[in-house]
């Protein structure tokens, strides 16, 4: 059984048993997946109602969802922190996190509690990839771009690399 046979509410659900989503990203995913079905309508004006159609139907879909507990974006922000926040900082998780449209202030919270363990899941990383002190400053810098790619605060990379050079 495909997509296309599924109701709006049925996709929906489809999606969240794969994973966690914020509301936002859930009703982009289903807009996209709902307009490519209904395609293929001649008039403009038929698409015009078609679309703001659906788009009552994906909204009256999340409300139901929510209701029931199925849909919330406090556990999509806590599901990404715990997937990806032992392999990222908090400026990529708080890219992430904004991509999913949450809530500014869900967002801060979330950064929040990352804060907190940044400098252990940094070493964490930095350990599982290099494992040693950098040898020279080529290798030092080498470092310290990897760890600034993964979304860690200067500060933090500057304790991590220069900590492992005390070692």
Do not use: N
């Amino acid at each position: 059984m495909g997509f296309g046979s599924l109701s709006v509410k049925g996709r929906a659900l489809r999606y969240l048993a794969q994973r966690e989503h914020s509301r936002a990203e859930l009703a982009r995913k289903l807009a996209r997946t709902v307009q490519g079905a209904g395609s293929g309508v001649g008039a403009e004006d038929a698409e015009d109602t078609h679309s703001s159609s659906v788009a009552a139907q994906i909204e009256a879909a999340l409300d139901q969802l929510a209701a029931a507990g199925l849909l919330s974006d406090t556990r999509a922000a806590e599901s990404v922190l715990s997937s990806q926040g032992k392999r990222f900082g908090s400026r990529r998780l708080k890219q992430v996190l904004q991509s999913k449209g949450l809530a500014p202030e869900l967002v801060q919270h979330t950064l929040q509690e990352a804060r907190g363990t940044e400098l252990s899941r940094a070493r964490e990383v930095w350990q599982r990839r290099f494992g040693s002190p950098p040898a020279d400053a080529h290798e030092r810098a080498r470092q310290m771009r990897f760890l600034a790619g993964r979304g860690f605060d200067g500060d933090v990379i500057r304790r991590v690399v220069q900590g492992a050079e005390d070692d």
